[in-house]
């Protein structure tokens, strides 16, 4: 496993700075696999950090001998590996980090990671089409399945019965199962008695947000992958407030970045930090999903019943993507609660929306220009 200090950029820090974060480490990932999913974005996206890096504290020093016992050779291995934890953890960013480290050592048993959803439709299209056995050759032949959000899988039994006989056919070959969830096995009273008792069986690890070391070692590295500038006090002041997951530090930080760019070079300094933070906090309130729906569906002319029902017309499609990457950017609703606005959606599917508006976000400047100007009309108002 590869593990790094986080220290790794020009900023000047003091020596008690530095010290507390040499308790913070990093895995970095092979590029080939993150490089391919669904994690490259804009210059001001996640790639930088959720691409290739995790971050871990304190907090979640769990994580190391858990991956450390995951790829172990030689002995019985460790599965399956359960990594649960609240959304904006990072477990999705893991399966993907373990899959591109599993790809980089095993070429041939390479790895697979799926999410629950897609597994569940992935086996009612087969049965649909009668094609059981590609569908089985292609999760029952992988060296390493990891499969993203469990609890997806509560109200479909045959998903889940497939899913142990896929658990078979990888230990009886000696491969691994991972899995993401957001409770504890025990507590995932959707699946079947079997399942759940095969995965509490297993390794469970908790993944719990970043604590403020963590925060500071993570949003350091974030403004140097952007080359901004920023006072090491700034930074742990930002640290401080930014209480959130990473993908919403991320956010505000993006945002923050973005104001700061329009009066000239930027520095980001402790006074600019406190008059960000009460500023954000003025608007916080006042600012809803509705707010933000209402603002985007005008500048695309479009209808919000149609942002939020279930069309698929490009157009529409486009939008929404764009109302889920600004409801992170200036609100602190979760992926769930963007979701159950927008047509009682889950996690999952906000999550790809999100990601998937920060790629076209790099290579389409009509759709950079349209969430620029809807950012200017957000910070007007």
Request: net charge positive.
């Amino acid at each position: 496993m590869r593990y790094s200090s986080p220290l790794g950029n020009p900023r000047t820090v003091t020596t008690s700075t530095a010290k507390r974060l040499a308790d913070v480490t990093r895995i970095s990932f092979p590029g080939e696999e993150m490089r391919s999913g669904s994690h490259v974005a804009t210059s001001r996206g996640l790639g930088p950090l959720m691409r290739d890096h995790f971050f871990i504290g304190p907090e979640n020093d769990m994580i190391p001998p858990a991956l450390e016992m995951l790829f172990r050779e030689g002995t019985e291995p460790c599965s399956p590996c359960v990594f649960y934890g609240p959304s904006g953890t990072g477990k999705t960013h893991l399966l993907h980090g373990i899959v591109a480290l599993w790809n980089d050592r095993h070429p041939d048993r390479t790895g697979l990671r799926v999410s629950a959803v897609d597994f569940a439709r992935d086996l009612a299209r087969a049965l649909d089409r009668d094609e059981r056995r590609p569908f089985r050759r292609r999760y029952r032949g992988s060296g390493l399945l990891a499969l993203d959000g469990v609890e997806a899988l509560g109200s479909k039994p045959a998903a889940q019965e497939e899913l142990l006989q896929a658990w078979d056919a990888l230990e009886r070959r000696g491969g691994r199962l991972v899995v993401s969830a957001q409770r504890p096995p025990r507590e995932l009273s959707s699946l079947t008695p079997k399942l759940r008792s095969h995965l509490v069986g297993g390794l469970s690890v908790n993944l719990v947000p970043p604590d403020e070391t963590t925060r500071e070692a993570v949003i350091g590295h974030i403004l140097d992958a952007w080359e901004v500038s920023a006072a090491p006090k700034a930074v742990a002041l930002l640290a401080d407030k930014l209480s959130g997951t990473i993908p919403q530090i991320h956010a505000d930080l993006a945002h923050m970045e973005d104001i700061a760019s329009r009066q000239g070079p930027v520095h980001i300094d402790v006074p600019f930090v406190e008059r960000f933070l009460q500023w954000q906090a003025d608007l916080a309130p006042s600012l809803s999903l509705r707010d933000i729906t209402a603002l985007t569906s005008k500048y695309f002319s479009l209808r919000m019943g149609d942002i939020r029902g279930a069309s698929r017309r490009r157009s529409v499609v486009r939008a929404r993507g764009i109302v889920v990457y600004l409801a992170r950017q200036f609100t602190k609703q979760s992926y769930q609660q963007i979701g159950r606005y927008l047509g009682d959606r889950d996690h999952t599917t906000i999550l790809h929306s999100y990601r998937e508006t920060e790629r076209r976000l790099a290579d389409d400047l009509g759709l950079r220009d349209a969430a620029a100007d809807l950012r200017r009309l957000i910070t007007a108002r």
